[in-house]
């Protein structure tokens, strides 16, 4: 049952969220798991939050408010770990739209937690949210940049390459469980690819020159990256069992950072093949290659929306990056960041409701997020310096296969 609850937009629903019940003995872990659930729904761009207490007797229907949410949950302990049961319940009818009893321990309450904010997300408004995701990314110290990985909200930050040396460009697989990215392990840009599941990463491909910007085809047959073996760096299609590589892209100029479209028939790219770098878009086998920037000097690091509407970029103008979101035509490009320093690697989030990007605005980059519209701006990271955010795909069911099709 829908209540009218809008997926996306500037306005958002009203949602009142009750302080946990607790049971005897779990009192702390109602408070932890009310403080992940009002930051998950902060963070959806969907609900404007407030805060109240819980529900004293039955809800009486206020067909006022037709529209708002009222949230109620309980934690109780069970046998050696927790329980929790969380409600969703329209203002306007005083109808439960959802109720779920969600086992957990301690240590996963948070991942629990996470699973409920996007169960009543779906529910509401009939897609998930992201707070089960994660995200990608890369930490430099000193000279050495690693691949790192955390929560959607950029919590439970680790680091996943120890290779000492540079990695850039990570990119998720549609099955969540490997990362493609760049490393400098052996002294040229290769690509490799990191399996999650036995936390080591192995070579994919190695050829002479740039193995760059890899970008997984939506099926998860086909890695489209920046190749340069024939000595000018063109965008290649290789199959993931590295054996095959497409050339899509023959002019004498620099062509990268591929993204495919939602469907997997268009790549968006940069090349400079007009003097400077634009965002040029082609059907997957290479053909129709045609430019969709029209303004700007310099467009790099373009990445479809998740529905295939809009593409996001990054602009350079007065010497400074900024985040631009256009059309995915090319039209009606507007620029959505306006702080000092540069706003870079814009990347949408698995719902497309928020853009995931770094940014120098506070001396060093830091990975931050932000409606599409450049609205609730919230930073994820602190410490070093954090770039190149890859946001992490949705968990498939548990019917899907856990690795490619």
Not at 88 to 93: E, H, K, N, R, S
Not at 153 to 158: K, L, Q, V
Not at 248 to 274: E, H, V
Not at 337 to 363: L, V
């Amino acid at each position: 049952m829908r209540i009218g609850v809008k997926a996306s937009g500037t306005l958002k629903s009203p949602l009142l969220l009750a302080r946990f019940r607790a049971g005897p003995g779990a009192e702390g872990d109602a408070r932890a798991a009310h403080d992940v659930v009002r930051h998950d729904f902060d963070l959806s761009g969907v609900f404007a939050v407030s805060d109240t207490e819980p529900l004293t007797e039955k809800l009486t229907p206020n067909p006022a408010a037709q529209g708002s949410v009222r949230v109620e949950g309980m934690v109780e302990v069970a046998g050696a770990g927790l329980q929790f049961t969380g409600e969703a319940l329209d203002i306007g009818t005083a109808e439960s739209v959802f109720k779920r009893t969600y086992p957990a321990t301690r240590s996963d309450l948070r991942r629990a937690m996470h699973r409920f904010n996007d169960d009543v997300i779906e529910a509401l408004t009939g897609e998930r949210g992201i707070a089960e995701t994660r995200i990608a990314f890369v930490r430099q110290s000193g000279r050495l940049k690693e691949v790192w990985i955390a929560d959607y909200d950029g919590e439970n930050a680790r680091q996943l390459t120890h290779d000492s040396t540079i990695a850039l460009s990570p990119a998720w697989a549609p099955w969540g469980s490997e990362i493609a990215f760049t490393t400098f392990k052996r002294g040229n840009p290769d690509l490799y690819l990191f399996d999650l599941g036995r936390g080591a990463s192995y070579p994919f491909s190695t050829r002479p020159g740039l193995n760059t910007a890899p970008c997984y085809s939506p099926d998860g047959k086909w890695i489209a990256c920046t190749l340069s073996r024939d000595g000018n760096a063109e965008i290649y299609l290789v199959s993931r069992d590295a054996q095959t590589a497409r050339r899509l892209t023959r002019n004498q100029r620099i062509d990268s950072s591929p993204s495919f479209s939602p469907t997997g028939n268009q790549i968006a790219f940069t090349s400079d093949r007009s003097g400077s770098p634009q965002v040029y878009v082609m059907d997957v086998e290479g053909s129709n290659q045609r430019l969709l920037t029209l303004e700007g000097r310099y467009n790099d690091s373009p990445q479809w929306s998740p529905k295939g509407d809009r593409i996001v970029y990054a602009s350079r103008h007065d010497a400074v990056f900024d985040v631009i979101v256009m059309d995915a035509n090319g039209q009606n490009s507007v620029q959505v960041t306006f702080q000092a320093g540069h706003n870079e690697n814009p990347r949408w989030s698995a719902d497309g409701r928020k853009i995931y990007f770094s940014s120098s605005r506070s001396g060093r980059r830091q990975l931050y997020l932000m409606n599409p519209d450049g609205s609730d701006v919230v930073q994820l990271t602190k410490g070093g310096e954090s770039f190149n955010p890859a946001a992490g795909p949705r968990a498939r069911k548990r019917t899907q296969a856990a690795g490619p099709g």
